[in-house]
């Protein structure tokens, strides 16, 4: 599966050359094959990917991270499926994909609001928008 693996790298590479997210694809697979002893990527199953989420939460990562770790081994798959190899991906979403907790919006610093509406020219705007902030507040 390394081949495979370098494959991918190297696609997701040239796709889009200014980004650095062939990096974290690097980093996220060569844990993956950590977890599975690198073997065929047609011969992992959703069992492993259970170890590989389970070894991730034992190292003591971020819900977020797991999940992003995961999207690289779905996109790897997708990949493979891209280029006539038809494995079947081994990630099922409801299964692998941990829930995060939704996180609470923060309030805005009395300078940035006003300096935002200052910003707004046209008095119907400010007024428009003075609402819209009031009914956002009391919900």
Not at 69 to 78: I, K, M, P
Request: aromatic share 12%.
């Amino acid at each position: 599966m390394k081949k495979e693996v370098e494959q991918f790298i190297q696609w997701v590479r040239m796709r889009n050359p200014q980004a650095k997210t062939w990096r974290d694809y690097q980093c996220d697979m060569n844990l993956f094959l950590e977890v599975t002893g690198r073997r065929e990527a047609a011969k992992i199953r959703a069992r492993d990917v259970d170890e590989f989420l389970n070894v991730q939460i034992a190292r003591g990562f971020k819900l977020s991270t797991v999940n992003r770790r995961l999207a690289a081994v779905a996109s790897f798959y997708a990949y493979l499926n891209m280029t006539d190899k038809q494995f079947p991906s081994p990630v099922i979403p409801r299964r692998h994909y941990l829930p995060q907790p939704q996180r609470l919006p923060r309030p805005v610093n009395e300078a940035d609001l006003s300096q935002f509406f200052n910003a707004v020219g046209c008095a119907q705007d400010r007024a428009m928008l003075t609402c819209f902030s009031f009914c956002v507040q009391s919900k």
